[in-house]
């Protein structure tokens, strides 16, 4: 008994596979394709404007009354819109490069500040430059050289040779 039932589902299941296949292809399930609907009326009826509507014809109906006044071709854009599109990219260039000079000029007047604080710093601690800070555990970076202040104990960061004679990270006391 499970055979035939087997048998009779496998047979149904065929059955779907193919009616889908054939639709998936486009064909239809009696065999038939779609007829080919396309027509051609270019030159139909003796007409001098190859088929196309004329005046007060309808496309479909024929005669359909007066039309509303026929559309202009869409015309080229006029050197005024294409002038303002050139404005337009020179101005987004102009864009660029506003933001580049002004990056640059951000650069040199926040160089020019930290050079002010240096001096600053320097005129009120003896004209020393303020050591490095060297956290405890870390190691020393190469041609550094660690310095405990006397004044606080603070362990600073000089360089191997010296050209300057620096202050204390913390206290700026003068280091040996």
């Known amino acids: 008994m499970n055979i035939i039932a087997l048998i009779q589902v496998m047979a149904i299941w065929g059955i779907l596979f193919y009616i889908i296949k054939k639709k998936k292809s486009g064909s239809r399930p009696g065999g038939s394709q779609a007829p080919n609907t396309t027509v051609n009326t270019a030159g139909t009826y003796n007409q001098p404007n190859n088929g196309r509507v004329t005046g007060n014809q309808h496309p479909r109906n024929g005669h359909w009354g007066q039309m509303s006044k026929p559309q202009t071709p869409v015309q080229a854009a006029p050197a ?38 240096e001096k600053r710093l320097r005129e009120s601690r003896g004209g020393l430059a303020v050591a490095g800070r060297h956290l405890e555990g870390d190691p020393l970076p190469q041609g550094s050289r660690c310095v405990v202040c006397g004044y606080c104990g ?23």
């Open 154 to 176: 603070a362990e600073n960061l000089v360089p191997m040779i010296p050209r300057t004679r620096y202050s204390c990270y913390f206290c700026r006391e003068a280091l040996n």
């Open 80 to 117: 005024k819109a294409v002038t303002q599109m050139a404005e337009a990219e020179a101005e987004e260039e102009s864009t660029t490069a506003y933001l580049a000079k002004k990056a640059e000029e951000d650069a040199r007047e926040h160089a020019r500040e930290k050079w002010e604080e």
